[in-house]
């Protein structure tokens, strides 16, 4: 929306509804879904673990979904500008817009590193991948990877260049544009490698580990790791769902669109799983493997695979892929955000943004660097990815960002939204465009009460009170 000013850039829409919904699902489908959900899912014994999962994608995180693209398209503004339209001027509600904000600054710095690993490992399948390696090699090449300051330091920058390059080119010929382009041919390179494990002698197997639940493996602590991932995978609690949906013209319907994304997200994180797990039982892994499972397993596995070079190539080309654009997403909420605020334009913001998202990422990149080389690969993954808390930059912002900001924005946007927003705004901004009103009580209800009990859980989780 333009304030009619020439000193400011008209504000970005999509083409349209597949515009949008190709962009949010990029936005959700990330290093989450091919990375994270298959290895925890392997952690926490199948079956009902996944299962559980849905239902927290169901329950959860679609009602809060809706509320943040309802937010969004109604004030066409990003998270600071969406809460403090809904409220009133000098509402303390812009807070938790600017917690949002620096959700995605801090998460970005980091996930960078991790899509930049995906990178690295791409360029190591294309100059013949790993075939020849035994598992022991492959494992400690992982390990040297992370130790590499410059190694990381250099995927790091191509990675961020990349994203702000993108994000230079505005929503629609940036943003919307490389989601076209990537979110088919992800589905694409999906589906053939999906095709690959259903050869594999392991698919039996791994189908039945995937589905059929069994409550022996399944803890407490996995329940709630199947809400908080539910968080993470749709990319709720920062703001980015309010930011893409600021985008949105007023007749698109949210409702659909919402329960497509989702739907897609869940499809990519469960196809991850199928093409994974058959491919680790049929090479007699194990699939409670941990965060290594992609960057360990998979290599040792194509390594003995015919042609595995290629697979390995169309595997990690797809994790750069889908880690694109989720780092697109989480730079344009805070680019959205400087530019709504300041008014700097698109340009000005992104290039400042970038930069000092890339500055904040540099010591991630050099977490391995020191105390850490030369560990055995266990501790090096129980390091970096969350065990520890504190330990390094790295595992300090992924521990701050996953466990705590995300839950807590998700909370705030559900509260907002279900309590504080005006009756007849939030029922307008639901209705509009779509023909699924009837379902405005009971995703209300849902936003009301089981939203912030669930994860008020997680929360208490994190506190290690329950
Ligand atoms: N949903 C993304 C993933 O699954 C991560 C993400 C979180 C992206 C928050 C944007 C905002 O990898």
């Avoid at 090449?141 to 994000?167: E, K, P, R, Y």
Wanted: overall charge negative; hydrophobic content about 55%; proline content about 3%.
């Amino acid at each position: 929306m333009s304030d009619g000013l020439d000193t400011t850039e008209k504000r970005g829409q999509w083409s349209g509804r597949w515009g949008f919904i190709l962009a949010s699902s990029g936005c959700a489908i990330g290093l989450g879904n091919i990375w994270k959900f298959p290895y925890i899912t392997g952690e926490n014994g199948g079956g009902l673990f996944v299962l559980i999962y849905l239902a927290c994608i169901a329950l959860i995180g679609l009602p809060i979904m809706l509320a943040e693209v309802l937010l969004g398209r109604a004030t066409q503004k990003s998270p600071v500008g969406a809460y403090r339209d809904f409220s009133a001027k000098g509402s303390p509600w812009v807070i938790p817009g600017w917690i949002g904000v620096l959700a995605g600054f801090v998460i970005l710095s980091y996930y960078s590193v991790v899509a930049g690993w995906a990178l690295h490992y791409t360029w190591l399948s294309l100059q013949g991948g790993f075939a020849g390696m035994d598992a022991e090699t492959i494992g400690n090449t992982f390990g040297s990877v992370f130790a590499d300051g410059n190694l990381n330091l250099g995927w790091h920058t191509a990675f961020m260049m990349l994203t702000i390059a993108i994000v230079l080119g505005g929503v629609r010929d940036g943003v919307e544009r490389i989601a076209r382009i990537l979110m088919p041919l992800l589905f694409v390179m999906l589906l053939v490698l999906l095709g690959l494990a259903m050869q594999s002698d392991g698919f039996a197997e791994a189908f039945s580990f995937i589905f059929s639940p069994d409550a022996s493996k399944l803890t407490r602590a996995g329940v709630l790791e199947a809400l908080g991932h539910s968080f993470f995978t749709l990319s709720l609690g920062m703001g980015a769902m309010i930011t893409y949906g600021s985008y949105l013209k007023k007749k698109e319907d949210i409702v659909s669109a919402s329960v497509v994304i989702s739907i897609l997200d869940t499809v990519i994180a469960l196809v991850a799983c199928m093409v994974l797990f058959p491919i680790i039982f049929s090479y007699g892994m194990e699939p409670g493997a941990g965060p290594g499972l992609v960057f360990v397993s998979l290599p040792i596995a194509f390594s003995q695979m015919a042609g595995g070079a290629i697979w390995a190539t169309v595997f990690f080309a797809l994790l750069v892929f889908a880690a694109l654009t989720s780092a697109i997403s989480m730079l344009e909420v805070v680019v959205s955000t400087v530019i709504d605020e300041t008014r700097l334009r698109r340009t000005a913001a992104t290039l400042l943004c970038g930069t000092a998202i890339f500055l904040f990422g540099i010591p991630s990149a050099l977490s391995g660097t020191d105390g850490f080389a030369g560990k055995e690969f266990e501790d090096l993954t129980a390091g970096i990815f969350g065990e520890g808390k504190g330990k390094n930059w790295f595992d300090t912002f992924d521990y701050l960002a996953s466990n705590w900001l995300l839950p807590l924005g998700g909370l705030m946007i559900a509260l907002f939204v279900a309590w504080r927003a005006g009756a007849a705004a939030r029922e307008k901004g639901f209705n509009e465009g779509t023909r699924f009103q009837n379902l405005y009580v009971a995703w209300l209800m849902l936003l009301r009460y089981l939203v912030p009990i669930g994860v008020v859980a997680v929360l208490l989780h994190a506190l290690e009170v329950i």
